[in-house]
């Protein structure tokens, strides 16, 4: 079952200053109106040592939205480039919203051709703060400084139930076999070893 993303669960892992938002005056391009009310009052987690890196200009973004090289790059896709605007990057990957749909698309950064990475903004900052919610789970530096306690079963299956969260919250995610979800938890299995 789809969970609600709100400011409140995702300021439960992030702070509140790393929540960028975008003004109302600067969402007329995007036409999706959950997607609208996310960038609004939610925002996207921008931490220089997270997941996660919101671009520069988040309105500039959205007021230039469209991938005109898309079709240049990738001749043979069958998606359309027209309205999607930059958000920012997993690395080494950018991610774009549709801004008709709320979409967000993965353009690898090795050039293959751009893949459906979540069927929502929703589901995105879900699995965004999924991530970050485990993070004393996986990440040893950060479970110390936080003052998390150590036991033998640090890490163990942490990512089995993030991938058990992610199919549950949004399966189309996960069918691409090369989709920067696994990445992320493969990193999140061997983060430590």
């Known amino acids: 079952m789809p969970q609600t993303v709100d400011r409140a669960l995702m300021e439960s892992v992030f702070p509140a200053a790393d929540l960028v ?8 391009p ?13 925002g996207l987690p921008d931490q220089s040592t997270g997941w996660f890196q919101t671009v520069k200009d988040l309105p500039a973004e959205i007021a230039d939205k469209g991938w005109p090289r ?3 790059l990738h001749p043979s896709a069958v998606l359309v480039f027209d309205e999607w605007f930059s958000i920012g990057g997993i690395p080494y990957d950018a991610m774009v919203v549709d801004a008709a749909s709320g979409a967000v698309y993965c353009i690898p950064g090795s050039g293959a051709e751009p893949y459906l990475l979540n069927s929502s903004l929703d589901a995105f900052l879900y699995f965004l703060y999924s991530v970050e919610a485990e993070r004393p789970n996986y990440d040893a530096e950060f479970a110390e ?10 890490g163990v299956g942490v990512d089995e139930r993030l991938l058990a969260v992610m199919r549950a919250e949004d399966p189309v995610a996960l069918q691409n076999p ?5 990445m992320v938890l493969e990193y999140v299995r061997t983060f430590g070893e």
Do not use: I
């Open 70 to 72: 898309g079709r240049e």
């Open 178 to 182: 090369e989709s920067t979800w696994y």
């Open 21 to 28: 938002t975008v003004p109302e005056s600067a969402l007329a």
């Open 145 to 154: 400084e936080n003052g998390y306690e150590d036991d033998e079963d640090f």
């Open 30 to 42: 995007v036409s999706h109106g959950r997607t609208r009310e996310l960038l609004r009052d939610v």
